[in-house]
């Protein structure tokens, strides 16, 4: 049993289930992280199936388990199926539900230090669009987003909260639930960016309160590339037109007239990457098996051992921020080139990565921080494996 009362992982178990171990030693699940072996047969069985029979015959043939994608889905977010949209990536899940909200001129949308560049440009367009006012709440001590601050720049004129839970570097958790909880109290709807936190971390839409959550596939779920979906709280689900639409998401029925279908599917396209969704469901199965809890813990450990080893090496400074960063780990070599650093590390056997300021824009201003280099362990590393990176790191700087 370990200390936080979970069953033991076996890991060596995990490891032998993933078909990237044995080459480069793979430390950036925050970029796109190793599949397992049921994710990559899932894909490439539902390609062989479309190879054999013909893309509609083998979409038709797993109708079952691909409906069986959503219920997947809902089930590690806490939500129902029918609160479930499954798109190509975390942008476009988010921005489907952005540009869907009808926002009066004016409003006011608040929004976090470490708001990721995507979803800030889209906030940039429909503020120049439509006359909104885009706010950012302030972060307390420790880089959180600070939630008494948030609590008082409430008024009646605030049309909608829009924030990153687990930014793409930096290694915080923003609050997310505490922030719900404000939103809630005010009627504010609340939009959540879960994409580094799908896989990373236990998530419960209806706990955090948000109405809308988007989330990426290929990052801590290790599911494919090309895979995202988006939840909307069944509450919004009749009232959202789409911005976009087409005869799936919201069927011809008559010469003059559309009907929305009833469920989040109504942000769903007719065409789909079938292969890719049935590896994003045995992803998710996949984490589900294994116990989003137990992945959380052990991710926290490597992070956390990864932390202390990178704070003793000379010239890094770990930039990790809030009061229990995750599994994203974020530092700066002085006076070296950080594209220089990943490649002497790619030679040395080791993936790391680097993050442009552009990424977070509001935070890298307000902290001064140049490119970051970026490591995010998962499930399958080792211990081992975070030393020898630091020990090739210390070495190549
Ligand atoms: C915090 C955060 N939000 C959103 C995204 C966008 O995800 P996607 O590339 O799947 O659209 C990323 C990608 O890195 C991210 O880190």
Redesign the pocket.
């Known amino acids: 049993m370990a200390a936080d009362g979970t069953q033991e992982l076996d890991i060596a178990r995990i490891r032998a289930e993933t078909p990237g171990i044995g080459g480069p030693v793979h430390l950036l699940a ?2 796109s992280a190793l599949m397992p072996q049921p994710v990559v047969d899932a894909v490439i069985g539902h390609t062989r199936l479309e190879a054999e029979h013909g893309g509609y015959e083998a979409a038709a043939m797993q109708a079952e388990a691909l409906e069986a994608v959503y219920a997947s889905v809902a089930r590690l977010v806490g939500a129902q199926p029918r609160e479930i949209a499954l798109l ?7 921005c489907h539900a952005f540009y869907a909200l009808p926002l009066r001129r004016g409003v006011r949308i608040l929004t976090c230090e ?1 708001e ?1 560049a ?2 800030y440009v889209a906030l940039l367009q429909r503020a120049k669009r439509e006359d909104l006012r885009i706010e950012v709440v302030p972060s307390d001590a420790s880089g959180a987003l600070d939630v008494a601050a948030l609590e008082a720049m409430i008024d009646g004129d605030v049309g909608l909260i829009a924030i ?6 930096g290694g915080l958790v923003n609050p997310a639930a505490a922030v719900g909880a404000v939103a809630r109290r005010h009627g504010v709807p609340y939009l959540l ?4 936190a799908a896989g990373q971390l236990p998530i419960d839409v209806g706990a955090i309160g948000c109405d809308f959550l ?6 801590f779920l290790r599911g494919p590339r090309g ?2 979906f988006l939840y909307v709280a069944g509450r919004w689900l009749e009232r959202l037109e789409p911005a976009m639409i087409d005869h799936f998401g919201a069927p011809w029925v008559a010469r003059d007239r559309y009907a929305l279908r009833p469920d989040a599917r109504r942000f769903e396209t007719w065409e789909n990457a079938y292969a890719l969704r049935a590896g994003l469901g045995a992803a998710v199965d996949y984490a589900e098996a294994i116990g989003i809890v137990r992945i959380a813990a052990r991710i926290g450990q490597l992070a956390e051992r990864c932390r202390a080893l990178l704070a003793a090496v000379p010239g890094v400074t770990v930039r990790d921020l809030g009061p229990a960063p995750c599994g994203i780990v974020s530092f700066t070599v002085e006076g070296a080139e950080p594209a220089a650093v990943v490649a002497r590390m790619a030679e040395a056997g080791f993936v790391i990565g680097a993050s442009d300021p552009a ?2 824009r509001l935070d890298s201003e307000r902290r001064g921080l140049p490119v970051m280099l970026r490591i995010a362990p998962h499930v399958y590393n080792t211990e081992d494996e975070i030393a020898g990176a630091v020990a090739a790191l210390a070495r190549s700087i």
């Open positions: 925050c970029g190509e990536n975390a942008t476009v899940a988010w470490a990721y995507a979803n990153t839970w687990v930014p793409t570097n960016d879960a994409c580094q988007s989330a990426t596939g290929r990052k895979t995202g990424s977070t």
